[in-house]
């Protein structure tokens, strides 16, 4: 984890790219619905927020393994296990989606207004989908960096991966929009942590063998 900060504060190749692709979409989204306030109902905000934090992360995560080149990465087959490894990453891709969501959440909530009613339910979402996204996405990029077009595969084997995290997280996020009791989501977010869990049982086992390959 050391090593990814180290990185990332050097390069700063993610979070700077990142937060101006939020800016620049939550900027255009003011524009497009700044004449015409009445278009941007509650499901039309929260809508358009889990799609511009569902592409920062598929930017921001897709570098976890691209970046990493041959040498490099045998030189790490010396230094650690492959457990560590996606495990570090795992978590540092959370620090850094935990920090988008933040960013982005205040900047779109700003920008274009704050219509959701229970607050901690939401942030609580976003935890979840940050962890989410981090855990999926990342291995998704160990699998894409062995093949050749590894953006475009990541994309095509994200995509039925995310959607059903992203499902979950859009009824848990709008329960929170409308102001809903909390036990309404409670089997929402069971799913949710579910598939959190699911998907670092999955790393932990599935990446060894992505390792030897």
């Given at each position: 984890?050391?090593?990814?900060f ?7 190749y993610a ?5 101006l ?5 939550v ?12 278009l941007?109902?509650?499901?039309v905000?929260?809508t358009?927020f ?9 930017n921001a ?6 970046q990493?080149?041959a ?7 010396t ?5 560590q490894i996606?495990i570090a990453?795992?978590?540092?891709n959370?620090?850094?989606m935990?920090?988008?969501a933040?960013l ?13 009613n229970?607050?901690?339910l939401y ?9 989410g996204?981090?855990?999926s996405?990342?291995l ?5 960096s062995?093949?050749e077009?590894s ?10 991966v995310?959607?059903?995290l992203?499902?979950?997280l859009?009824?848990?996020?709008k329960?929170?929009?409308d ?5 309404v989501?409670?089997?929402e977010v ?9 998907v670092?049982a999955?790393?932990?086992m ?6 030897r390959s």
């Amino acid at each position: 984890m050391r090593k990814e900060f180290l990185l990332e504060w050097r390069q700063r190749y993610a979070l700077n790219g990142m937060l101006l692709y939020i800016v620049g979409a939550v900027f255009v989204c003011y524009l497009s619905f700044n004449a015409r306030r009445n278009l941007l109902t509650p499901i039309v905000w929260n809508t358009l927020f889990w799609i511009i934090l569902l592409f920062s992360a598929i930017n921001a995560i897709a570098k976890s393994f691209v970046q990493e080149r041959a040498g490099r990465m045998l030189y790490y087959y010396t230094l650690a296990s492959p457990q560590q490894i996606i495990i570090a990453k795992i978590l540092y891709n959370t620090v850094l989606m935990l920090v988008l969501a933040g960013l982005g959440f205040g900047v779109y909530a700003f920008v274009l207004g704050n219509p959701v009613n229970d607050i901690p339910l939401y942030i609580a979402a976003l935890v979840l989908g940050a962890i989410g996204f981090a855990g999926s996405l990342t291995l998704i990029a160990g699998i894409a960096s062995k093949a050749e077009n590894s953006a475009t595969l990541m994309a095509i084997l994200s995509f039925p991966v995310v959607l059903p995290l992203l499902l979950m997280l859009l009824r848990v996020s709008k329960n929170a929009l409308d102001g809903l009791d909390r036990s309404v989501s409670l089997d929402e977010v069971s799913i949710l942590l579910a598939i959190d869990a699911i998907v670092l049982a999955l790393s932990w086992m599935l990446f060894p063998f992505l390792w030897r390959s």
